[in-house]
């Protein structure tokens, strides 16, 4: 859905200012490489954050504050 909405800016960019429009198609190739490293740096911290609760958890994981009661 997110690229059906760029090509749509990208087109109406086209009709109205065809220039400015190419330019764009153009640029963005080096836009996304630009942007490639902060995504990688966005991941890893994600990542990083996940495995540090999921540590942050486990003590209470292995003594069994996740378990749910199963009817009898």
Same mark, same amino acid.
């Given at each position: 859905m997110k690229t059906l909405f /760029? =090509?749509?800016v990208w087109c109406l960019l086209f009709v109205l200012?065809?220039?400015l429009g190419i #330019?764009?198609? #153009? /640029?963005?190739? &080096?836009v996304w490489l630009l942007s490639l490293?902060?995504? =990688?740096? *966005?991941?890893? &911290?994600s990542a990083l &954050?996940? &495995?540090l609760g999921a540590l942050l958890m486990l003590p209470a994981r292995l #003594?069994?504050? *996740?378990?749910m009661a199963t009817a009898r």
């Open positions: /760029a =090509l749509g200012c065809w220039p #330019l764009a198609l #153009l /640029a963005w190739p &080096f490293p902060f995504r =990688l740096v *966005g991941i890893t &911290f &954050f996940a &495995f #003594l069994g504050g *996740g378990r």
